[in-house]
């Protein structure tokens, strides 16, 4: 039997059917990548980015996620869910924006980000030699580097979390993030009854930096991996400098948006009385600040949600331009076929898609739990294609092409 759909029918069909303390690692070097945006010809429109999960295990298949359970026993819950929960989290997240909290009393408008992430493939290593925290390979380990980013999950030595980010430039074709704790996260919550939401807003929250960062921004009041922007402030120095330094004015501590006013500006205002990195979750309260003063940006690592008209508009320049490949809507403009589905690959990609074409003696075939999406502009033919499986889905959506 062939099964033809085209783009005139749009539908999902389903078959056979959710405060922590972050030490962060940034760039090595951002100064290169600041500059002056270049206005974005559709803010207005959506753009989804494709985005690859590796969870990095030891060589014995221990010590985090794997394709059958949670690493903890639990077979009902697999790095495939984590992989799309914290997905979804971080969609939720990207869906609304709130006001920026610096400098105070602006009027800046929380206008939407319009941007958002798919899945296109989980992958489960197992190598002694990039368990660790920056061991990985991403040359070999890497998938698909020049069209989707690829975020790895790895062990942390020193029980500490967040990650970095490879590269701001719009033009690299080799975007990846480490992210480390993120699995000890996971069986700390179990372990203590935490809900799953309090770590996702954690991890969520450090992984949705990360991917800012791959996406063009810098920090706005915080600079490479060294601590707080220097003020000229002698009260205030930075959470990694000397005893006794003097905290001069970085005049190169900047993240190239106008709307994003720089730690000096802020601590000029308040009278050097603190510095607007007050730390994840913005611990004013705890740490007796008045929460004035503190960013609620995405790229200080305030752990909420707040991103200015100027850096949403340097994001979608930079995915209409150097990483527009990375786009769903460009993966849908051309045609393809695959003679089998399935993981580690979760989302296919195509104008004109044939699932089963040329497929001799094997059925292009879904298995037990797999949940698949194919994403199409114009048509999708399914040929030998068969689905047998307990608790396994699978959607046909229709996507437009770039319209850009």
């Not at 999406?373 to 047998?388: A, C, G, M, R």
Request: glycine share 8%; hydrophobic share 30%; net charge negative.
């Amino acid at each position: 039997m062939i099964l033809k759909i085209s783009s005139t029918i749009c539908f999902s069909l389903a078959i056979f059917c959710s405060c922590f303390s972050q030490n962060t690692i940034c760039l090595t070097d951002q100064s290169s990548f600041v500059e002056n945006h270049i206005d974005a010809k559709s803010i207005s429109d959506l753009k989804v980015v494709r985005i690859n999960y590796h969870f990095m295990l030891k060589s014995d298949g221990s010590g985090n996620f794997t394709e059958q359970d949670d690493g903890n026993g639990n077979s009902n819950y697999t790095g495939y869910d984590y992989a799309t929960e914290i997905t979804a989290w971080m969609n939720g997240r990207a869906s609304w924006n709130q006001a920026l909290s610096l400098d105070p009393n602006n009027n800046i408008p929380a206008i939407d980000k319009n941007f958002r992430y798919v899945v296109d493939a989980i992958y489960f290593h197992r190598d002694d030699n990039s368990y660790y925290f920056q061991t990985i390979n991403v040359g070999t380990q890497g998938a698909d580097r020049d069209s989707v980013l690829n975020i790895f999950f790895t062990h942390s030595l020193d029980s500490s979390g967040g990650g970095y980010a490879s590269s701001l430039s719009p033009s690299s074709k080799n975007k990846f993030t480490e992210n480390r704790h993120i699995w000890e996260s996971y069986i700390s919550a179990i372990q203590n009854s935490t809900p799953m939401g309090w770590i996702f807003h954690g991890d969520g929250s450090n992984l949705n930096h990360e991917l800012c960062h791959l996406m063009g921004l810098s920090h706005t009041v915080k600079w490479n991996g060294s601590g707080a922007c220097g003020t000229g402030c002698s009260n205030l120095t930075g959470v990694n400098d000397p005893p006794g330094a003097t905290n001069p004015i970085n005049t190169n501590c900047d993240d190239g948006c106008s709307d994003t006013p720089t730690a000096w500006e802020i601590t000029q205002l308040n009278g050097c009385s603190q510095h607007p990195a007050c730390g994840w979750w913005n611990n004013a309260v705890q740490l007796g600040k008045d929460m004035a003063y503190c960013s609620n940006n995405v790229m200080d690592y305030s752990g909420e949600n707040a991103l200015s008209p100027c850096q949403i508009n340097k994001i979608h320049s930079n995915l209409e331009a150097g990483m527009h490949t990375y786009l769903a809507c460009t993966a849908v403009q051309s045609d393809t076929y695959f003679e089998d589905i399935g993981y580690p690959r979760v989302s296919y990609f195509g104008r004109k898609v044939n699932i089963g074409k040329d497929t001799n003696t094997n059925a292009a075939d879904i298995t037990d739990q797999e949940k698949l999406s194919v994403y199409f502009s114009e048509s999708v033919e399914l040929e030998n294609f068969d689905i047998n499986a307990t608790d396994a889905s699978f959607e046909i959506i229709f996507t437009d092409a770039c319209s850009f």
